[in-house]
């Protein structure tokens, strides 16, 4: 292998769910890589600071309001990204939701804002994609967004758990259907990050020593840190990966 395996030089790249923390910070690596970009959020005017900062590194990038529970949109949002690129190399299903909850406190409407937003949203932009590339001589690359609690049962967090708990077992599903028509399909799994939906976590000094203590790193993941996981999983260095997911975590599921 010559050249930079890692870079996405010409490549095209969608993020859903780009406007903050860990879909914002994974938008700029791609776009550090070389990618050019087509980033999505329900709020297009909450887009604009990942716009500027994605044209800033001299790449283009394509900025579309969208609500993964909407499908029919999803199709719009690529015909207009289409008509400006031609082409989808890659695809990070982002967008996701949480709203904690004692299960018996769970009504229907919660269940279905939750599991739409996670699992069925990330399915059905991953099918839209996956019909694009697979007329592509060169296939795609797709990464979801699974968690900790793809893996382990996190208390008052049932319907999220159920839906990543789905994306993982989505995730390694259509690695196997997709691999013949060149399609990678893998995944990550953030441990404990301080975003805009967590941060209500991190307002308890009592909360961040519990959780510390059970991070082998004794720290808690920064944007920055998902940024590298994502790229090399959609680059040529994971050409052989399909249908993996990779904790970035800290060391937390290798140590429990």
């Known amino acids: 292998m010559t050249g930079n395996i ?7 790249a969608v993020v859903t769910g780009a406007s903050r ?15 050019d970009l087509c980033i999505t959020a329900r709020d297009e005017g909450s887009l604009a600071e990942t716009q500027q900062l994605i044209e800033a590194r001299g790449r283009k ?19 207009q990204f289409a008509a400006l690129s031609g082409r989808i190399d890659i695809l990070v299903n982002n967008a ?14 919660l269940w279905d804002q939750i599991i739409g937003t996670n699992l069925k949203g990330a399915f059905f932009w991953a099918q839209a994609a996956a019909r694009r590339m697979s007329t592509q001589a060169n296939g795609g690359s797709i990464v979801n967004l699974c968690s900790l609690t793809s893996f382990v049962g996190i208390p008052t967090a049932v319907p999220y758990g159920s839906s990543k708990s789905g994306l993982l077992g989505m995730t ?22 301080r975003t805009a ?22 720290r808690f993941g920064e944007a920055t840190d998902i940024g590298g996981a994502v ?3 959609v680059s040529d260095a994971a050409g052989y990966i399909n249908g993996h997911c990779l904790p970035v975590d800290g060391g937390f599921l290798a140590s429990i």
Do not use: H
Request: hydrophobic share 50%; proline share 4%.
């Open 6 to 12: 890692f870079s996405l030089e010409g490549r095209v």
């Open 21 to 35: 923390g860990l879909g914002q910070a994974i938008a700029l690596a791609l776009a550090d890589a070389g990618a």
């Open 61 to 79: 990038c394509f900025a579309a309001s969208q609500d993964v529970n909407d499908v029919p949109s999803i199709e719009r949002v690529l015909d």
């Open 96 to 109: 996701g939701m949480e709203q904690v909850s004692p299960s018996l406190d769970v009504d229907e409407a």
């Open 172 to 193: 390694r599903a259509l690695a196997a259907e997709w691999a013949s028509s060149g399609i990678r399909v893998n995944a990550v799994a953030p441990g404990y990050f």
């Open 197 to 218: 939906m967590t941060e209500g976590f991190y307002r308890d000094s009592a909360w961040q020593a519990r959780m510390l203590e059970k991070i082998p790193q004794r």
């Open 231 to 233: 790229v090399f999983l």
